[in-house]
C-alpha cells in the first residue's frame, strides 16, 4: 500500500509530497502505520531514498486526547481510530489539518482554540448551575477533545477571528449551564461568535470521535 504525506519541515518552509511503501496487516490504524513507517535507524520512502522521521503527534492512542488529528483520504479524522481495513483504495493520503498553521509535517498549531476561549471568558469559574440540569448532556459535552476535528470540515470557520466553531458553541453552554451568573455574557458572546454566522451545516457531528451534540448544545442555547 502507498502512504502519500504532505510534508513540512518548518512553519516557514514550502510544504512537499513524498510518498512510502507499506507492507503489512490491514488490521492497523494509520497511526500504527506511520509509527512502523518511523521505526528504526533509516526512513525510506518509496523511491528508496533516505529521508527524515514523519512528524506527527499521539498521546493515548486510544482516541482519548485528539493529538492525531490529520486529515486521512480527504477526512478529518484520528489516525489512531481510522484503520487500513476500512480505507478504500490501495493508497492512503495523509495532510495535516489545514485550518490551523503547521509546525512540521502532520503537526499543527491548535493554540488558536484555547486563545479564543481564554479571549471571551469562556470558562466555569464558581459552580452555581441553574436549578435543573441535564447532567447527561453536560457530560457528554465535557468530552470534547479540542482536536479541531469540527473546525477542520466546518465551511463557515477559516481563521477563529470571528467564528469560534463547534467546539466554542459546546463550551458556551457548558459554562453557561454550570455558571448561571455568566448566562447574560456567555449568551452574547455565543451568538457574536457561533449562533450569528453558523450555517448549520453540522458536519461537525459526523467528524465528531466523541459523538458530541452539537445540535442539541445549539437548542438549548437558543432557548435560553
Known amino acids: 500500500m502507498k502512504i502519500r504525506i504532505l510534508r513540512q519541515k518548518t512553519p516557514e518552509t514550502e510544504p512537499y509530497w513524498e510518498s512510502f511503501n507499506y507492507e503489512g496487516t490491514m488490521e492497523i490504524s494509520v497511526a500504527g ?55 478504500k ?34 470558562y466555569i469559574g464558581e459552580y452555581n448551575p441553574k436549578e435543573k440540569e441535564n447532567h447527561e448532556h453536560q457530560y457528554l459535552v465535557a468530552n470534547c477533545l479540542k482536536c479541531g476535528l469540527c473546525l477542520e470540515i466546518c465551511p463557515n470557520y477559516t481563521n477563529g477571528k470571528s467564528f469560534y466553531g463547534a467546539v466554542y458553541a459546546n463550551d458556551c453552554y457548558l459554562v453557561k ?37 452539537t445540535l442539541s448544545s445549539m437548542a438549548k442555547m437558543n432557548r435560553g
Not at 485528539?66 to 484503520?83: Q, S, Y
Open 33 to 87: 502505520v506511520l509509527d512502523r513507517l518511523n521505526f528504526g535507524d533509516d526512513i525510506i520512502n518509496d523511491l528508496g531514498e533516505k529521508t527524515d522521521r514523519i512528524g506527527w503527534e499521539c498521546s493515548c492512542l486510544q482516541g482519548m486526547c485528539g493529538a492525531c488529528a490529520m486529515v486521512i483520504n480527504d477526512t478529518p479524522a484520528l489516525a489512531c481510530e481510522t484503520f487500513l481495513k476500512n480505507l
Open 177 to 213: 449551564a454550570r455558571n448561571r451568573d455568566k448566562s447574560r455574557d456567555i449568551s452574547s458572546s455565543y451568538a457574536e461568535h457561533f449562533a450569528n454566522s453558523c450555517s448549520k451545516v453540522l458536519s461537525c457531528m459526523d467528524v465528531c470521535p466523541m459523538h458530541i451534540p
Open 89 to 122: 483504495g490501495d493508497k492512503v493520503v495523509l495532510r495535516p489539518l489545514k485550518k490551523f498553521s503547521v509546525v512540521h509535517d502532520l503537526i499543527v498549531d491548535r493554540s488558536v482554540i484555547h486563545e479564543t476561549l481564554k479571549s471571551t471568558n469562556v
